[in-house]
């Protein structure tokens, strides 16, 4: 199950997303907005990292203006790897390298074709393992240490 969100910057890319998860029989939820109003992207890039981190979501996809504001929200969150990503290598590595289990899309930087396509580009990648494990590993120290 993914949970989807975006602020005003991302609707129109998360509207054809949600579609495109639609269309691949993809579980997931629309956690927001749901018109075009002003809203601030820390409050869906939060809703959606504590969703996803709560297990209650295997991943997230995240859209904003730039993505930048979403990806430095999102990545506030223990057990989150957001990955801002702008082109199908990125997309790729943030999956092989990084698991990234939150996807973030700049709604005013990408083509909605684009946008589609890295985020099919992301579920279709798959986790490497190996050294990339234990640098993961060293990043989720940090969060552990923080927290002792
Ligand atoms: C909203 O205008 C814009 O600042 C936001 O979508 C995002 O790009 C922030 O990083």
């Known amino acids: 199950m993914i949970a989807?969100?975006?602020?005003?910057?991302g609707l129109e890319l998360k509207q054809?997303?949600?579609g495109l998860l639609q269309q691949r029989a993809l579980e997931y939820a629309d956690l927001g907005p749901f018109d075009e109003s002003s809203v601030d992207y820390p409050d869906f890039g939060f809703k959606i990292a504590t969703a996803v981190a709560s297990g209650d979501f295997e991943a997230g996809i995240l859209i904003c203006g730039t993505g930048i504001g979403m990806s430095i929200a999102a990545n506030k969150v223990d057990g989150i790897r957001a990955a801002l990503v702008h082109d199908p290598f990125t997309a790729r590595m943030a999956k092989e390298h990084n698991n990234a289990n939150v996807l973030v899309l700049g709604g005013r930087v990408l083509s909605v074709d684009m946008g589609c396509e890295l985020v099919e580009v992301w579920l279709d990648s798959t986790f490497e393992?190996?050294?990339h494990q234990g640098r993961l590993d060293k990043v989720h120290q940090i969060e552990a240490d923080r927290n002792k």
């Open 16 to 18: 054809a997303i949600c």
């Open 4 to 9: 989807v969100g975006s602020d005003h910057g």
């Open 129 to 131: 393992s190996g050294r």
